[in-house]
């Protein structure tokens, strides 16, 4: 067991006055957070501005969900095994909880841009993409509706801020986070395999993940839904325009080598994406899927980069001295500092304040010229949804405690911009 559970009793008995640990197990609201996958990261730390060392390890975090619906740390374990060397820290332990808050934040940062954000939308982004022009001819009306999500996203990726350049040099963004390059790219080649496109889609997540819980203030959840279905119901319509029967989807050997070039092995390689179409609920939802993919989904992952990491010490993405061995390791303030990057790697982390403060359009535009009478019918349906969820969302920020704005259509990208 990586966690003993007797020690996360003895925590909560500890620090939690409002109810006992078996009724808040049985009430959900007990949260695990597990960085097992940067296992390889740890083992294999990367080296920057000449030689200093970088540091991350993989924390298991518990959190408690308090009566206001706010999630509250209140244990860490640095590592996966179990040992005296490796104690749960506390809100008891002063600087030494400090010091695992930073790691786990590190943990937090390099699981949020290699395998979440590079990996799962970047990169499986980039697969439809190509998938889509080799595939789909251009007047295809699969192809006319997807054109407009998918612009920009091959120029970006491409660009050499993140891989190594054609000289071989790491890019300036990547080599900040804590591994070594070439752990850094098995990590996100992990987090592909690891990936289930089905299993991905917004309500199939949010359940798996436990979220579900009403009394859990997650406003991702909450104004996340209301996209997912106007996406879903969107997405329906349009092909149902498109295609008469079930049969003229499985007929369609377009749509079948798009399907095939995405998921099969010696192409695409996105797991879990449907090996064909038998139907036109399965192509609705399926399109539905990538479109939230490359605008809502996209939109709540990238556009908060600065927010968390852009004030360097509250996630930097790597840590820069190691960490505590043990409750008896002391830890001062000096020893903190320690831990955060020097000017040019903190200054380098701060450059996600350009990455996230333009955009380039906005969900639901379409060149409407290039559609179909019915089609634009249908986009014209879309876009008065989208204004309603404008102003749902809108008005729950007015009461929430914390407003949230990244599922707001009014500012979501129509695509994987940056």
């Known amino acids: ?9 003895r925590v909560f008995a500890k620090y939690v ?3 006992d640990y078996a009724t808040a197990i049985t009430q959900k609201r007990v949260y695990i957070l597990d960085y097992a996958d940067l296992e390889i990261l740890q083992r294999n730390p990367g080296q920057i501005d000449g030689g200093r060392k970088q540091y991350v390890t993989t924390p298991i975090v518990v959190l408690f969900l308090q009566a206001d619906g706010i999630l509250r740390p209140i244990a860490i374990q640095l590592y996966q095994d179990v040992g005296p060397d490796n104690p749960i820290y506390t809100p008891n332990d002063g600087n030494l909880w400090l010091a695992a808050k930073t790691f786990a ?14 990996t799962r939308i970047h990169y499986v982004m980039e697969a439809i993409i190509m998938a889509s022009r080799r595939q789909l001819y251009k007047s295809h009306p699969l192809c006319v509706l997807l054109n407009p999500h998918l612009r920009h996203t091959l120029n970006v990726n491409h660009q050499h801020i993140f891989l190594r350049d054609r000289k071989g040099r790491p890019g300036r963004y990547g080599e900040l986070f804590a591994g070594d390059y070439d752990a850094t790219t098995q990590c996100m080649a992990n987090g592909m395999t690891s990936f289930d496109f089905g299993a991905s889609a917004f309500p199939n997540d949010i359940a798996s993940r436990e979220v ?4 859990l203030f997650y406003p991702y959840r909450d104004d996340g839904m209301l996209l997912w279905n106007a996406i879903q119901h969107f997405t329906t319509e349009y092909i149902d325009v498109c295609y008469q029967s079930d049969g003229d989807v499985a007929e369609d050997c377009e749509i079948q080598a798009w399907a095939h070039d995405i998921g099969a092995q010696d192409r695409g390689r996105i797991p879990g994406f449907p090996a064909r179409f038998a139907s036109r609920q399965e192509l609705a939802e399926t399109i539905g899927h990538v479109i939230f993919l490359c605008t809502a989904f996209h939109s709540c992952i990238h556009f908060n980069q600065y927010k968390y990491p852009g004030f360097v010490p509250n996630m930097p993405h790597s840590a820069y001295a190691p960490p505590p061995v043990g409750k008896g390791a002391e830890m001062d303030a000096d020893g903190l500092l320690k831990l955060q990057p ?15 403060n333009f955009t380039v359009n906005r969900i639901g535009q379409y060149p409407l010229r290039q559609f179909d009478p019915a089609a634009r019918d249908v986009i014209e349906r879309f876009r008065k949804q989208l204004q309603e969820i404008e102003g749902r969302i809108d008005q729950r920020n007015s009461s929430r405690p914390v407003p949230y704005d990244r599922m707001n259509p009014r500012i979501i990208p129509n695509g994987v911009t940056v």
Do not use: C, M
């Open 212 to 215: 579900d819980n009403p009394d």
């Open 105 to 118: 934040q590190v943990a937090d940062g390099n699981h949020h841009i290699l395998i979440t954000h590079a």
């Open 1 to 9: 067991q990586k966690l003993p559970e007797s020690e996360i009793q």
């Open 342 to 356: 020097a000017f040019r790697a903190a200054y380098s982390q701060t450059w996600t304040y350009f990455q996230t």
């Open 17 to 19: 006055d409002e109810t």
